[in-house]
């Protein structure tokens, strides 16, 4: 078999090439630059891609160039601790790494938290994954004006809230360490006016633009697929798994917002579903905070519970998931009655789609290398965890 196309996807200014290639890549590699806001920037994702007659018939995907270890060092630290190393896996979408594990920990105590604490992390949780669906659809440059701008109004919000633009380190075991005022909940609706606008703006730019053309029918994803590599969110909905924890198996505030968890109309399962179910669920999660909004106005209370100074959890063990803006993230945690977990390991939505592609890519035309991939979520830190 003759050699294969080294496809890397990332940023050659990022050095994220061997040393002495820093301005271009070696023979028989190509790079792709998939969009200045697009998660693929930060870290690296390499492909061997075998092809024939300028098609994909073989796919190979590399990791391993990123492994940070977190799920050792989660293990020699209390879990405060954990907490702040939580939202680092997944940068795009950083509380709901926090979230998984406080709610892993909660269930293994059986603690209950405030009301107020329920639907404040409801919200903070759709505000994160709008954030984390601009950033994959900032691909679409030519219908993408104002993602940006959005993306910087929405950190800002987080900056506002919680002292910190990208990692918030809002979680606590028991609550949240911040409250949201009436007029940081004021900012927040008049946030979800402009997403709503730029969901509009993104569904005429995929229905008329060119570039949505070459979008469809590319890289499709059936469900026997979906369910051989275990992939979830928007990329298993897309191609018409109904698979969503807030519907299905609902946590936080969920169950009293289902009406508003409305399924994506985009079911053919190839790249313009994809990001088309992207820009569906921009407006499901503004419907979302600005519920949770609303809400909020009129909830008094707390937003945690006081706990010790070192919070120590009973023997057992737990595996809790959310529904993270990628798909399903899971927490297994094991406790031996100690200050620090004895095992705490991870289920990351990213690498099971990135599995995938070994499949996906098969029969893609190396035209639409860049369409396919810039349609399927991953975040390296979430596969190289």
């Given at each position: ?170 979680n606590r075991v028991g609550g949240l360490a911040v409250d949201a005022g009436p007029d940081w909940l004021a900012g927040q609706r008049n ?68 009406e508003l968890l409305t399924p994506t109309p985009h079911t053919e399962g190839d790249a313009h579903a994809r990001l088309a179910t992207l820009v569906h669920e ?104």
């Amino acid at each position: 078999m003759h050699e294969p196309l080294r496809v890397l996807i990332g940023s050659l200014s990022r050095g994220t090439l061997a040393a002495g290639a820093a301005a271009d890549p070696p023979s028989g590699t190509v790079l792709l630059d998939l969009g200045a806001e697009h998660p693929s920037q930060a870290g690296l994702l390499e492909l061997r891609l075998w092809t024939e007659n300028g098609v994909v018939t073989a796919a190979q995907v590399v990791v391993g160039a990123m492994h940070r270890g977190v799920e050792k060092l989660f293990e020699v630290r209390d879990y405060r601790q954990i907490l702040m190393l939580a939202d680092r896996h997944d940068w795009q979408a950083p509380f709901a790494g926090e979230l998984g594990i406080a709610l892993a920990c909660e269930q293994l105590l059986g603690l209950e938290v405030p009301a107020r604490a329920v639907w404040l992390r409801t919200l903070l949780a759709e505000h994160t994954r709008i954030l984390s669906h601009l950033g994959f659809l900032g691909y679409l440059a030519d219908t993408a004006a104002g993602i940006p701008e959005l993306r910087e109004r929405l950190r800002d919000q987080t900056l506002r809230l919680t002292g910190n633009r990208i990692h918030p380190m809002a979680n606590r075991v028991g609550g949240l360490a911040v409250d949201a005022g009436p007029d940081w909940l004021a900012g927040q609706r008049n946030a979800m006016v402009a997403v709503r606008a730029t969901a509009d703006r993104l569904s005429a730019g995929l229905a008329t633009s060119p570039r949505s053309d070459r979008l469809r029918s590319v890289a499709p994803l059936d469900a026997r697929t979906v369910a051989a590599y275990g992939v979830t969110g928007p990329a298993a909905r897309s191609s018409g798994v109904e698979l969503d924890l807030r519907r299905h198996r609902p946590y936080l505030a969920y169950a009293e917002l289902a009406e508003l968890l409305t399924p994506t109309p985009h079911t053919e399962g190839d790249a313009h579903a994809r990001l088309a179910t992207l820009v569906h669920e921009l407006r499901v999660s503004a419907d979302l905070v600005q519920a949770c909004a609303d809400r909020l106005a009129g909830l008094a209370g707390p937003v945690a519970v006081r706990l010790g100074k070192i919070v120590k959890l009973p023997e057992g063990e737990v595996y809790r998931t959310t529904e993270a803006p990628l798909g399903v993230a899971g927490v297994f945690l094991v406790s031996r009655g100690e200050k620090t977990p004895w095992r705490l390991k991870l289920r990351t939505p990213s690498f099971n789609q990135v599995a995938a592609l070994e499949q996906v890519l098969v029969g893609v035309a190396t035209r639409d290398l860049e369409a396919a991939l810039a349609s399927v979520g991953y975040v390296v830190g979430d596969i190289d965890r």
